[in-house]
Antibody, heavy 122, light 106 residues
Framework: QLQLQESGPGLMKPAETLSLSCTVS??????????WGWIRQSPGKGLEWIGS???????YYNPSFPSRFSISLDTSKNQFSLKVTSVTAADTAVYYC??????????????WGQGTLVTVSS | SYDLRQPPSVSVSPGQTATITCSGD??????AFWYQQKAAQSPRLLIY???KRPSGIPERFSGSTSGSTATLTISGTQPTDEADYYC?????????FGGGTKVTVL
């Protein structure tokens, strides 16, 4: 059974750089069948897709998110990561790592991590 | 605002049918995907490829699409179905979610 587990700091100060990792177990992120992505949910709000990365390192981002957000891959650790520079209070959210499926019918998310709450406060 | 519009809330009596709509131009000619998020839990995939259910999802959940509107139907709603439901679509490699619908089982 595939499992995804986020890790990272729970509390950040404004202007700091946030680094979140997602460790994948029960499957390889080097598979060419899937993408690996990040989704966030701000307090009391809905879901926003941030971006995804393919096994070859190609990345795809939501145009609504600024270039402060970047995703990378570490195949040796079977992990992928999200980095957010210059965080603000608006980045306070639960961040989920997900496995993304691309099939002839579209793109969707079939496995989700448990989520990690990141709070940005001075 | 959201590109995919959902009613903020739906109330249903146990055993009755709940219907949740999701409307938006991004749905035209495409399938919608649906997720269920119970309180303090991660979302989970509910419906994919318009009307397929992952293993473990009860048959009472079904999906359909017509034009630019997708519909999630919960037949014989159970108290355990009380949750937030989100639709999702894609366009030019961008994935978008609806604003979510809170289903209350009264």
């Amino acid at each position: 059974q595939l499992q995804l587990q986020e890790s990272g700091p729970g509390l950040m100060k404004p202007a700091e750089t946030l680094s979140l990792s997602c460790t994948v177990s029960g499957g390889s992120i080097s598979s060419s069948n899937y993408y690996w992505g990040w989704i966030r949910q701000s307090p009391g709000k809905g879901l926003e897709w941030i971006g995804s990365i393919f096994f070859n390192g190609n990345t795809y981002y939501n145009p609504s998110f600024p270039s402060r957000f970047s995703i990378s891959l570490d195949t040796s650790k079977n992990q992928f990561s999200l980095k957010v520079t210059s965080v603000t209070a608006a980045d306070t959210a639960v961040y989920y790592c997900v496995r993304e499926v691309a099939d002839p019918y579209g793109y969707y998310f079939d496995y989700w991590g448990q989520g990690t709450l990141v709070t940005v406060s001075s | 605002s959201y590109d995919l519009r959902q009613p903020p809330s739906v109330s249903v009596s146990p055993g009755q049918t709940a219907t949740i709509t999701c409307s938006g131009d991004r749905l035209r000619g495409k399938f919608a995907f649906w997720y269920q998020q119970k309180a303090a839990q991660s979302p989970r995939l509910l419906i994919y490829q318009n009307n397929k259910r992952p293993s473990g999802i009860p048959e009472r959940f079904s999906g359909s699409t017509s034009g630019s509107t997708a519909t999630l139907t919960i037949s014989g709603t159970q108290p355990t179905d009380e949750a937030d439901y989100y639709c999702q679509a894609w366009d030019s490699s961008t994935k978008v979610f609806g604003g979510g619908t809170k289903v209350t089982v009264l």
